[in-house]
């Protein structure tokens, strides 16, 4: 990883020019932070110059910027509804940068009278037509959380990681997961990155806000997402910032996270963000099964890991203009992602591995533009490209079988399919996406979005003389387009959308009878369609549903296999599911209290679903066949309550029947049914549910100080880890009931510019399973120093 220890300095020496820039003047600039006569900062304030155009509001934080053009005497006017207005006047000179804040009184005129504010970005998202979730991240951003850790949080969500830190994971929303579910970086596809690029190693101060489509995906994304897709949206201010941060926890981790942004006064704007973990992920695995010499029989005791060491690294570079003339965002950015991983276990923790290791790099340039009002009013256009390479090496080479003690006996295999590998991937792609809009009126609007995503996969093993180096490659063209219509003062919304999906493969096959390999062609089109409809019965109570036949077109990994466990198969077909969401929401705001309920029911059923199974003729490798049906359907409901800054309080309960819905086998004369013909699909919580709490109060320690407490909880009923229909009750392996319990304490100094916090994760101690009984970490501590610039 020598280039990319070399790229990611040129991004940390980037990010330190950044945090020196943010501290140079500007051309007369106004900044400042607006808050209630608690402390509690207000968002959406408006703030003007008396006299002039110059205007803003304040943003989530309260934060407030004004570019001003020329010096002189001018009136700062600050005003929200339910505020006492406030006036200041200011003589600003060439090149100042005057800081004011602002207390703003309530209003004691308007005191019995309901107060209704405007509402957040986050609150619109929720509000739309599609059934989605919007998680703002501020309230974690002094945690040591990683995406995947906040989203677990989340009704309908199960996040299912086979271990520690950087541990492979499954993600499900509503019953469906793995490669079902599409993550997005800011509306861009997050694989681009690269393998190495994943939700459980990118801290949560890389991301604003993340939004959950569930089951239906708007077209604007531009994917081929069955189950559902998670977008996670960066901070879009062009205000200049800095955020640093550093932590350190149990089992040897650390994690650093910087974040940036330079803006000039003439719109040209530096973005420059990293990270960088490390965890021995030496936590305690209890009660293992080893040979006692001794005692002359299998024991169990406590072993810690010793072979489950991994890295992480990521650095991305954004250079761009905003505001001109012939684009709105124009960027061109590069991002280099790596990692080193022992491999600790197999998909059973009874699997012991000692040697083999898994490391990867990835790099990626891209372009970015985006103008709204192209040609003529109502006509937007948004363009993304990029070109990345993605490699990683799997090395299996060891002659040993080892212990959870440590120990290991010599033989003459390898520790996964017994045949010692050096097996290398290697990944060149091409991505282009065009969005396109157009406002015909008020009432009336259209969206076209094309993907194009052309991907070679090359496979070979190191340690293979003559190598059969027969590259495939898997081309996507996706198309669709999207007519909403706003009636009734957009109290009635409704989209109506198709989507047309190509898929083209082009892999050499074996020819058992010549021994050569010959080309094999095959192009797929398929045809998907779905609506979208809102109803508000008031300003803040509706009802929404909507459905979708989607598509989800097979990856490279399963056509093509990765070379060392899983093995190829040209004649798979894509997933394919009619999906249903019906739900309602409703929110209430008086003064400092604000309330969101929303719940929903959902009903999936899927066909042709991948599945890895055993390889019929070599039980030491598995491919992806289209093996069942699925059929899902289930309820969930979230409360989401606040008291200003003071308290947070947010409760969540997830249901999902998945049950195999597949009557006879493939390839099945007999006309019995399966034995598991609508068992539950096993492996697969199916009752969960969440609690947070959050308590803060200002000035604790200090003027400008803030202090906050949080607590939280997760819930997962006991599942069968295999299928119902075999065996007795009493001999079904289960997982059991879990509870695990999180708590964390932090404070902020100089209105958050520099912050501190203590965590405990788990700190009952209870044992946690996830996938086949994989454990994952017990109590586990950290620290966390953040430092934010603005």
């Given at each position: 990883m020598q280039p990319g220890k070399f790229l990611l300095s040129i991004f940390l020496i980037s990010l330190l020019f950044l945090g020196v820039a943010a501290h140079a003047q500007t051309p007369i600039i106004i900044s400042g932070t607006v808050q209630d006569e608690d402390g509690s900062t207000l968002p959406g304030v408006s703030v003007t110059l008396k006299g002039t155009s110059t205007g803003t509001q304040t943003d989530s934080e309260g934060f407030y910027k004004l570019n001003i053009s020329k010096p002189g005497n001018y009136t700062l006017t600050i005003s929200s509804v339910g505020h006492v207005t406030q006036s200041k006047a200011v003589t600003l000179k060439s090149g100042q940068h005057l800081k004011s804040?602002?207390?703003?009184?309530?209003?004691?005129?308007?005191?019995?009278?309901?107060?209704?504010?405007?509402?957040?970005?986050?609150?619109?998202?929720?509000?739309?037509?599609?059934?989605?979730?919007?998680?703002?991240?501020?309230?974690?951003?002094?945690?040591?959380?990683?995406?995947?850790?906040?989203?677990?949080?989340?009704?309908?969500?199960?996040?299912?990681?086979?271990?520690?830190?950087?541990?492979?994971?499954?993600?499900?929303?509503?019953?469906?997961?793995?490669?079902?579910?599409?993550?997005?970086?800011?509306g861009v596809p997050l694989e681009l990155m690269g393998s190495t690029m994943s939700l459980n190693n990118i801290p949560v101060n890389l991301a604003e806000r993340m939004e959950v489509y569930k089951g239906v995906v708007p077209v604007s994304l531009g994917s081929d997402a069955l189950g559902g897709a998670v977008n996670i949206i960066t901070n879009q201010n062009i205000n200049n910032y800095l955020d640093a941060s550093y932590s350190i926890g149990s089992f040897n981790t650390h994690r650093l996270a910087l974040n940036g942004q330079y803006s000039t006064a003439k719109g040209l704007i530096?973005?420059?963000?990293?990270?960088?973990?490390?965890?021995?992920?030496?936590?305690?695995?209890?009660?293992?099964?080893?040979?006692?010499?001794?005692?002359?029989?299998?024991?169990?005791?406590?072993?810690?890991?010793?072979?489950?060491?991994?890295?992480?690294?990521?650095?991305?570079?954004?250079?761009?203009?905003?505001?001109?003339?012939?684009?709105?965002?124009?960027?061109?950015?590069?991002?280099?992602?790596?990692?080193?991983?022992?491999?600790?276990?197999?998909?059973?923790?009874?699997?012991?591995?000692?040697?083999?290791?898994?490391?990867?790099?990835?790099?990626?340039?891209?372009?970015?533009?985006?103008?709204?009002?192209?040609?003529?009013?109502?006509?937007?256009?948004?363009?993304?490209?990029?070109?990345?390479?993605?490699?990683?090496?799997?090395?299996?080479?060891?002659?040993?079988?080892?212990?959870?003690?440590?120990?290991?006996?010599?033989?003459?295999?390898?520790?996964?399919?017994?045949?010692?590998?050096?097996?290398?991937?290697?990944?060149?792609?091409?991505?282009?996406?065009?969005?396109?809009?157009?406002?015909?009126?008020?009432?009336?609007?259209?969206?076209?979005?094309?993907?194009?995503?052309?991907?070679?996969?090359?496979?070979?093993?190191?340690?293979?003389?003559?190598?059969?180096?027969?590259?495939?490659?898997?081309?996507?063209?996706?198309?669709?387009?999207?007519?909403?219509?706003?009636?009734?003062?957009?109290?009635?919304?409704?989209?109506?959308?198709?989507?047309?999906?190509?898929?083209?493969?082009?892999?050499?096959?074996?020819v058992s009878a010549s021994g050569e390999y010959a080309k094999a062609n095959d192009s797929q089109t398929y045809q998907g369609y779905g609506i979208a409809s809102r109803f508000k019965i008031l300003p803040d109570l509706g009802v929404k549903a909507s459905f979708e036949k989607a598509y989800r077109l097979q990856e490279v990994g399963e056509m093509f296999g990765n070379g060392y466990t899983v093995i190829a198969n040209l004649d798979l077909k894509p997933e394919s599911s009619k999906n249903v969401n019906i739900g309602a929401f409703y929110g209430f705001t008086m003064n400092k209290h604000k309330l969101f309920i929303e719940g929903s029911w959902f009903y999936r059923n899927a066909n042709d679903f991948i599945y890895a199974v055993v390889y019929k003729s070599n039980s030491s490798v598995s491919r992806y066949e289209n093996t069942s049906k699925v059929k899902v359907n289930g309820l969930e409901g979230d409360i989401k309550y606040n008291y200003g800054d003071l308290l947070y309080f947010n409760t969540n309960i997830s249901y999902q029947n998945a049950i195999n819905n597949t009557k006879y086998s493939v390839g099945t004369t007999s006309g019995i049914p399966e034995a598991t013909y609508l068992n539950k699909i096993p492996n697969q919580p199916w009752l969960f549910g969440n609690a947070d709490l959050s308590i803060g109060r200002n000035n604790i320690l200090g003027k400008a100080s803030r202090m906050q407490f949080n607590l939280s909880t997760q819930y997962v009923h006991w599942f069968y880890l295999t299928w119902e229909a075999y065996g007795s009750k009493a001999s079904k392996s289960t997982i059991p009931d879990q509870y695990v319990h999180n708590a964390s304490i932090s404070?902020?100094?100089?209105?958050?510019?520099?912050?501190?916090?203590?965590?405990?994760?788990?700190?009952?101690?209870n044992l946690a399973f996830d996938n086949f009984r994989l454990q994952k970490p017990g109590r586990a501590f950290s620290v966390k120093m953040r430092y934010f610039l603005r």
């Open positions: 804040g602002f207390t703003l009184k309530s209003d004691t005129k308007n005191i019995d009278e309901v107060t209704v504010h405007g509402k957040t970005e986050t609150q619109e998202v929720r509000e739309q037509a599609f059934t989605v979730n919007a998680i703002e991240t501020k309230r974690f951003a002094n945690t040591t959380s990683d995406l995947n850790q906040v989203l677990n949080k989340t009704a309908g969500i199960r996040v299912r990681e086979e271990g520690g830190v950087g541990s492979d994971f499954n993600f499900s929303i509503n019953g469906l997961s793995g490669k079902a579910v599409k993550f997005f970086l800011d530096v973005k420059a963000s990293a990270f960088a973990n490390y965890s021995d992920n030496n936590y305690i695995m209890r009660g293992m099964e080893i040979w006692d010499e001794a005692q002359y029989k299998y024991v169990n005791k406590d072993f810690r890991r010793f072979h489950d060491q991994y890295k992480s690294a990521m650095g991305q570079l954004e250079l761009g203009v905003i505001n001109k003339k012939w684009a709105d965002v124009f960027f061109l950015g590069f991002s280099y992602s790596g990692t080193d991983q022992d491999i600790q276990t197999g998909t059973r923790q009874d699997v012991v591995y000692g040697a083999v290791t898994k490391n990867g790099h990835a790099y990626n340039g891209s372009l970015r533009y985006k103008k709204d009002n192209l040609f003529i009013k109502g006509l937007n256009a948004n363009v993304f490209a990029s070109r990345s390479v993605d490699n990683y090496v799997v090395t299996d080479t060891s002659s040993y079988k080892y212990y959870w003690d440590g120990s290991r006996v010599k033989t003459s295999l390898a520790e996964i399919s017994g045949t010692k590998t050096i097996t290398n991937i290697n990944r060149p792609r091409t991505f282009a996406r065009a969005n396109v809009g157009y406002q015909l009126s008020p009432v009336h609007s259209f969206n076209i979005n094309y993907t194009y995503d052309h991907l070679k996969n090359e496979t070979y093993d190191e340690l293979l003389s003559d190598r059969a180096d027969i590259p495939g490659i898997l081309s996507k063209n996706i198309i669709g387009a999207a007519y909403q219509q706003n009636l009734l003062k957009d109290r009635l919304t409704n989209t109506l959308f198709g989507k047309f999906y190509g898929l083209s493969v082009q892999q050499s096959r074996y404070n902020s100094w100089n209105n958050g510019r520099y912050n501190l916090s203590l965590e405990c994760r788990n700190f009952t101690n």
